[in-house]
């Protein structure tokens, strides 16, 4: 599943589409984690793309009082290319812009992503309300985390992976950070001190960005906008490596369900 990293590189790479002008917009299949909204055939000709931004896992596409909001699901991705070439066979959206070759398309092809139409405040729509702060922003804190987890009986995996506490720290980058931080994945919250989760957003920041610049990672069906794959799995330190030896103790990694998902440790770097 694309995580935080990986669909920040979409924003980035839908840069040439900024300032555009949309003549078109194709629907072949309209059937994906909800029904993409028919009116778009009607709506969005002569929109002007203003801005493209993140939240959370969500790309924001910005029209005049109303947004485009793209979630990538399981297996999505965007892809721009020109005009007349090959039609994926999981191409469900397509979009036309004036004055330029570029086309944008949505291929999915487990169709568990989304696009909808919001009109008005993106930040009242019910999938944004509720969502915690982003991991790259100030308000992630070492306080402000210490301050959620107070008394919860918890892993600290598990909370840092709940978007309602802080969004975009998936399963590959939660493994990561914990690592770096030198605490047990499993461990609970309330045993988390003020002094662990200074470390634990410190690295969360580090490795999300170290994760941007490197393209993110390759996973099995993420490919960047102009097709191209990520490099940071080449960095992994735990995730996806059990039973090799750590790169820092040479101890055995180890592995356990931890929120029904693999949480990969070091039990002598992390004990």
């Not at 992976?161 to 802080?166: A, E, F, L």
Request: charged share 25%.
């Amino acid at each position: 599943m694309p995580e935080l990293p990986e669909v920040e590189i979409t924003c980035l790479g839908l840069q040439p589409i900024l300032k555009q002008t949309i003549k078109s917009i194709v629907i072949r299949n309209s059937y994906l984690r909800w029904p993409v909204p028919s009116h778009l055939k009607k709506t969005l000709p002569n929109k002007k793309v203003l801005n493209i931004k993140r939240r959370a896992k969500y790309i924001l596409i910005q029209f005049e009082n109303a947004h485009l909001m793209i979630h990538l699901g399981m297996s999505g991705r965007l892809e721009i290319d020109e005009k007349g070439t090959h039609i994926h066979k999981h191409n469900h959206v397509e979009i036309e812009f004036k004055n330029t070759k570029n086309i944008l398309r949505y291929i999915d092809p487990r169709r568990f992503g989304s696009i909808h139409w919001v009109d008005g405040d993106i930040n009242q729509h019910f999938l944004i309300s509720k969502l915690g702060p982003e991991p790259l922003e100030r308000l992630f804190t070492d306080k402000y985390l210490f301050s959620k987890i107070q008394n919860k009986k918890t892993s600290i995996k598990k909370i840092i992976m709940d978007h309602h506490i802080v969004v975009g720290v998936g399963n590959i980058y939660a493994s990561e950070a914990l690592f770096k931080s030198g605490v047990l994945p499993s461990k609970l919250g309330q045993d988390v001190t003020l002094s662990e989760c200074k470390k634990i957003v410190k690295y969360i920041k580090e490795t999300l960005k170290k994760a941007i610049e490197l393209g993110g990672s390759s996973l099995r069906d993420f490919y960047s906008v102009n097709g191209q794959s990520g490099y940071f799995q080449q960095t992994y330190k735990v995730y996806g490596r059990k039973g090799k030896p750590c790169r820092k103790c040479k101890s055995l990694i180890e592995s356990k369900i931890i929120a029904q998902r693999s949480s990969f440790y070091c039990p002598s770097c992390q004990g």
